[in-house]
């Protein structure tokens, strides 16, 4: 199809992507589109242009899709963290059990898996357990911001404007975390733009207030706020740490990660307690969990006891089984599982989850987990534990290779996969289908207003 860069065309849009585009086809030839929905009809810009696809971007929505309502949030359109607010969240749910099943067809050639419908997230605003806002010194203005003269462009704290690495909205109200959180990241932003220190540079890499990271248990309301910066200076933030503890009570963790690397990544290489103690604590159903400013905890609480239900329905345990759990972050799975299981080997990469998995096990008073600290590709050839149950965890990226031939050489009866990446749960689960019947797949929303999905496979040995 012949166009050109920048060239406007209109288009219907008829399928979703993922990633969250829109898609519309004109004579074989594909259009991505973001912010558009299925039933729209649009004139859009050319962004980018490949042999075989075109990005574009929404300039006039000429006939909105009846599947379109207005998004609550006013940084809805322009703001990374949530990119569908705009579906209504029946829809969404529909369209994420629908990436699962495509990306099992597409990229892991597997067909005729049973999909379940995707179980929806109890609360839809105000599920996420932790929030991290960055700051930069460009602030990217809303329309209505731009050109007014009380704004100063070289601040902000908040989320990332997809497209762009360095600009930041300047974010005093995120729906996706509880009301009081927003207060908090408000008085933060106080604080930081009176306190003569720079904001960090997303470009220039100079600069001291980095990050702010808040968690928040909903089980004891307490919260932990995690500032970071790009050095010590404990003058400057002691006094941000008094003034959130004076200011509310039940902010019970308050710590500084130090982090020089030029990485946009929220962890220090080092963490000095400023108030209270350095961990929070939350709870997944009956079990206490202490959690680390650097350790992995589920996002959405009510959303991992839903995901940890179906784990433990589809692993079927009858309290002789000795359970692999791989990837096992703080131990919250192999905890769950502890009343129902013989023994459970949980393995995870990071020190400071090993460490929170080992107190949450004597915490709970539970005795049948054991922990090991290391990369799964390394550590799993040498331990000598002949599992029934394999479950499997993994980041994004998915298992490593050696992994998933490591996991076929040990060979249990059942494997429980359990992803946050439809596209890695496809090419994976492809390496293991000429082994393991792929049972069923129960796609689970933890992340509302986002395209991301989780899902559950279950695995039974051929
Ligand atoms: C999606 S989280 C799962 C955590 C846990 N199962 C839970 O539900 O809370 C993935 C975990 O894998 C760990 N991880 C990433 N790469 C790893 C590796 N190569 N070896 C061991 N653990 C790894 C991460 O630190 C993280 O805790």
């Given at each position: 199809m012949k166009i050109k860069r920048s060239q406007e065309i209109e288009l219907e849009i008829t399928g979703m992507a993922f990633g969250g585009q829109g898609i519309a086809k004109v004579d074989g030839y594909t259009f991505f589109v973001d912010q558009a929905v299925p039933s729209d009809y649009i004139s859009a810009r050319i962004t980018r242009k490949k042999k075989n696809f075109a990005q574009a971007r929404i300039i006039n929505l000429l006939k909105p899709s009846p599947l379109r309502i207005e998004p609550p949030c006013v940084y809805a359109g322009f703001c990374g963290g949530c990119k569908w607010q705009f579906l209504k969240y029946e829809d969404q749910l529909i369209y994420k059990q629908q990436h699962v099943l495509e990306s099992l067809e597409h990229i892991g050639l597997i067909h005729g898996v049973k999909v379940h419908p995707a179980a929806g997230s109890e609360d839809i605003f105000g599920y996420r357990n932790k929030m991290e806002f960055s700051c930069s010194d460009k602030r990217w203005l809303l329309p209505d911001e731009m050109g007014s003269n009380d704004i100063d462009t070289g601040f902000a704290l908040g989320l990332h404007v997809p497209g762009t690495f360095h600009k930041v909205l300047d974010i005093s109200k995120c729906m996706l975390q509880p009301d009081q959180g927003n207060e908090i990241l408000n008085s933060v932003r106080t604080y930081m733009i009176n306190s003569g220190m720079p904001v960090y540079g997303l470009k220039t890499h100079e600069g001291f207030w980095r990050f702010l990271m808040l968690?928040?248990?909903?089980?004891?309301?307490?919260?932990?706020?995690?500032?970071?910066?790009?050095?010590?200076?404990?003058?400057?933030?002691?006094?941000?740490?008094?003034?959130?503890?004076?200011?509310?009570?039940?902010?019970?963790?308050?710590?500084?990660?130090?982090?020089?690397?030029?990485?946009?990544?929220?962890?220090?290489?080092?963490?000095?307690?400023?108030?209270?103690?350095?961990?929070?604590?939350?709870?997944?159903?009956?079990?206490?969990?202490?959690?680390?400013?650097?350790?992995?905890?589920?996002?959405?609480?009510?959303?991992?006891?839903?995901?940890?239900?179906?784990?433990?329905?589809?692993?079927?345990?009858?309290?002789?089984?000795?359970?692999?759990?791989?990837?096992?972050?703080?131990?919250?799975?192999?905890?769950?599982?502890?009343?129902?299981?013989?023994?459970?080997?949980?393995?995870?990469?990071?020190?400071?989850?090993?460490?929170?998995?080992?107190?949450?096990?004597?915490?709970?008073?539970?005795?049948?987990?054991?922990?090991?600290?290391?990369?799964?590709?390394?550590?799993?050839?040498?331990?000598?534990?002949?599992?029934?149950?394999?479950?499997?965890?993994?980041?994004?990226?998915?298992?490593?290779?050696?992994?998933?031939?490591?996991?076929?050489?040990?060979?249990?009866?059942?494997?429980?996969?359990?992803?946050?990446?439809?596209?890695?749960?496809?090419?994976?689960?492809?390496?293991?289908?000429?082994?393991?019947?792929?049972?069923?797949?129960?796609?689970?929303?933890?992340?509302?207003?986002?395209?991301?999905?989780e899902s559950v496979a279950r695995l039974e040995k051929k």
């Amino acid at each position: 199809m012949k166009i050109k860069r920048s060239q406007e065309i209109e288009l219907e849009i008829t399928g979703m992507a993922f990633g969250g585009q829109g898609i519309a086809k004109v004579d074989g030839y594909t259009f991505f589109v973001d912010q558009a929905v299925p039933s729209d009809y649009i004139s859009a810009r050319i962004t980018r242009k490949k042999k075989n696809f075109a990005q574009a971007r929404i300039i006039n929505l000429l006939k909105p899709s009846p599947l379109r309502i207005e998004p609550p949030c006013v940084y809805a359109g322009f703001c990374g963290g949530c990119k569908w607010q705009f579906l209504k969240y029946e829809d969404q749910l529909i369209y994420k059990q629908q990436h699962v099943l495509e990306s099992l067809e597409h990229i892991g050639l597997i067909h005729g898996v049973k999909v379940h419908p995707a179980a929806g997230s109890e609360d839809i605003f105000g599920y996420r357990n932790k929030m991290e806002f960055s700051c930069s010194d460009k602030r990217w203005l809303l329309p209505d911001e731009m050109g007014s003269n009380d704004i100063d462009t070289g601040f902000a704290l908040g989320l990332h404007v997809p497209g762009t690495f360095h600009k930041v909205l300047d974010i005093s109200k995120c729906m996706l975390q509880p009301d009081q959180g927003n207060e908090i990241l408000n008085s933060v932003r106080t604080y930081m733009i009176n306190s003569g220190m720079p904001v960090y540079g997303l470009k220039t890499h100079e600069g001291f207030w980095r990050f702010l990271m808040l968690r928040h248990s909903k089980a004891f309301n307490q919260w932990m706020v995690n500032i970071i910066t790009s050095s010590e200076d404990r003058k400057i933030i002691q006094p941000l740490a008094d003034l959130l503890i004076e200011k509310y009570p039940n902010i019970v963790s308050i710590v500084n990660n130090i982090t020089a690397r030029k990485a946009g990544i929220a962890v220090g290489e080092y963490e000095i307690l400023l108030a209270g103690t350095p961990i929070l604590k939350d709870k997944i159903g009956s079990y206490e969990f202490e959690i680390s400013a650097n350790s992995f905890f589920q996002t959405n609480t009510k959303g991992a006891e839903k995901l940890y239900d179906i784990v433990e329905k589809y692993a079927d345990l009858s309290g002789n089984e000795k359970v692999l759990d791989l990837y096992c972050g703080t131990g919250t799975i192999a905890i769950c599982l502890s009343g129902k299981a013989k023994e459970i080997t949980g393995i995870e990469l990071a020190e400071s989850s090993i460490a929170d998995a080992q107190k949450n096990c004597q915490i709970n008073k539970i005795d049948n987990c054991h922990f090991i600290q290391g990369d799964i590709k390394d550590c799993l050839g040498n331990i000598n534990i002949v599992p029934d149950i394999v479950i499997i965890d993994p980041p994004r990226v998915g298992m490593h290779k050696d992994v998933v031939n490591q996991v076929l050489k040990i060979s249990p009866e059942k494997i429980i996969y359990v992803s946050c990446n439809p596209a890695t749960l496809a090419r994976d689960l492809a390496l293991i289908k000429d082994h393991y019947n792929i049972m069923e797949v129960q796609p689970v929303d933890m992340f509302p207003h986002t395209y991301h999905i989780e899902s559950v496979a279950r695995l039974e040995k051929k």
